[in-house]
C-alpha cells in the first residue's frame, strides 16, 4: 500500500475493512469469495451503513482481492454504491376541488433530480 503510495489513514481504513469482513464469516479473507463480498454489503446496508463508508469498504476490499491477491476478476465485479437522492415531491393545483378534473397541468414535480441515462446501441 506503501509502495502504491496510500495514505496512512488509507492503509488503517483498508485493513480495518478487510479485517471486519474476514471476522464477519469467521474465515481467512483468502477464502473468500464474491458471494461472501456480495452477503457482506447487505449485512452492512442493513445495518445502515452510510454509502460512504459503504464505498471505503468497496475500495478495501477490491485492493485486497485486485492487489493482494491478484485476483483480477473479482474487483469489477464488486460494485460501489450510488449516493442517495430524495424523492421528489408532486404538488398538486389546489384550486382543483373535483378528483376527475385534474389535468396534466395540474401536476407538479418539486426536487426531480434523475439518474443520467444510460447510452446504447439498438437494434430492432
Known sequence: MTVRNLSPATQRSYVH????FSRYFDRSPDRLGLEEVRAFQVHLVSNGISWP???QTVCALRFFYGVTLGHGEIPERIPY????RKLP????????????????EDFTLEGYDPHPHIKAKVAV
Open 81 to 84: 454504491a450510488r449516493a442517495p
Open 53 to 55: 463508508a459503504l464505498n
Open 17 to 20: 475493512a478487510v479485517a471486519k
Open 89 to 104: 415531491r408532486m404538488l398538486l393545483n389546489p384550486a382543483v376541488t373535483d378528483l376527475f378534473a385534474f389535468r396534466y
